[in-house]
């Protein structure tokens, strides 16, 4: 069974950086999509970014410019790296991975905490 697990949440000062990493555990065929969403208190879940296998990453529009996400060759980790903090970042962050299409359901890791105060 596949398993996600995050970490480098914490708390920081506006306009200063984190960086999350998100693992990836058990064995799957292949991946089609990694990427982060993040959700806070009273709001909807929403991405972050996106880094698919075969095209270009996206990232939502309140954070260009900001957050780069990134991975490494084997799949095995994937990045967000948060500069430039600021209050509004403040959330629970979510790893999630797309494995090949028809081979599986998205998984989703458990969430790490970003505190950005001002």
């Known amino acids: 069974q596949v398993q996600l697990v995050e970490s480098g949440g914490g708390l920081v000062q506006a306009g200063g950086s984190l960086r999350l990493s998100c693992a990836v555990s058990?064995?799957?065929?292949?991946?089609?999509?990694m990427g982060w969403y993040r959700q806070a208190p009273g709001k909807q879940r929403e991405l972050v970014a996106t880094?698919?296998?075969?095209?270009?990453?996206i990232y939502a529009d309140s954070v260009k410019g900001r957050f780069t996400i990134s991975r490494d060759s084997a799949w095995n980790t994937v990045y967000l790296q948060m500069n430039s903090l600021k209050p509004e970042d403040t959330a629970n962050y979510y790893c999630?991975?797309?494995?090949?299409?028809?081979?599986?359901?998205?998984?989703w890791g458990q969430g790490t905490l970003v505190t950005v105060s001002s």
């Open positions: 999630y991975l797309d494995p090949a299409y028809g081979t599986g359901g998205r998984v």
């Open positions: 058990g064995k799957i065929f292949s991946i089609n999509r």
């Open positions: 880094i698919p296998r075969y095209e270009s990453t």
